[in-house]
């Protein structure tokens, strides 16, 4: 599931910057277990980039990302909640519908000689 190259095959291994953890920050989770982290206020963003090996910028992108769509969370259950409603009324509808037709096949059935 990570992403992890071998130490002799990375492309900083001739540099000697090779890095031996593998790229957690591609994942969702991690990005929402830091940025509660930074919600939190209780570590700077300097210190949570250097506990995570997350560069500061990309935080403070995440974290304006997490706080404008915030609201968006709660939309998507009201949403929901109206689509459902408005998916109920039309099957109500269409059974409607149905009996409807179904009378009148019935009545044509009758009227008209076989």
């Excluded at 910057?17 to 300097?46: C, D, G, M, N």
């Excluded at 009201?78 to 009996?99: C, F, K, P, R, W």
Aim: glycine share 2%; charged share 20%.
């Amino acid at each position: 599931m990570y992403s992890f190259i071998p130490p002799s095959k990375h492309p900083c291994a001739r540099y000697g910057q090779i890095h031996l953890q593998p790229i957690l920050w591609r994942y969702p989770t991690f990005k929402a277990q830091v940025i509660l982290e930074l919600l939190k206020e209780t570590k700077t963003i300097s210190q949570l980039a250097t506990e995570h090996s997350v560069h500061p910028n990309i935080l403070r992108t995440w974290r304006d990302q997490a706080l404008k769509d915030f609201a968006s969370l709660f939309e998507r259950r009201d949403s929901l909640a109206v689509a459902q409603a408005a998916h109920a009324q039309q099957i109500e509808e269409l059974y409607a519908e149905i009996g409807r037709l179904t009378t009148h096949v019935n009545f044509l059935k009758k009227k008209l000689p076989s």
